[in-house]
């Protein structure tokens, strides 16, 4: 293996796992932007109101897109070893 394969391995591999985990860390963060407007106009600032419903959401979200992260995990698997 050359350094030009090993450059563009590293690469899809970094890609893929953004790819992975963008839509969780999005949800993520559109649940703790929505907790701290509501948290700023009511103004009411406690911790666990921003912590325990973004981790339910992003649990959710991990939930719902385990089959879309396995097919794309799978087909780079099927890609490295048929190489």
């Known amino acids: 293996m050359e350094v030009d394969e090993a450059l563009d391995l590293g690469r899809e591999a970094f890609l893929l796992a ?3 985990a963008a839509p969780i860390l999005v949800i993520g963060l559109l649940v703790g932007l929505t907790i701290a407007l509501v948290q700023a106009v009511t103004q009411l600032h406690e911790q666990t109101l921003t912590f325990v419903p973004k981790i339910l959401a992003m649990a959710g979200a ?3 897109f ?3 992260i396995t097919t794309r995990m799978l087909e780079y698997a099927i890609q490295m ?3």
């Open 18 to 20: 953004f790819t992975i």
């Open 81 to 83: 070893f048929g190489q």
């Open 62 to 64: 991990a939930a719902f």
């Open 66 to 68: 385990i089959p879309w």
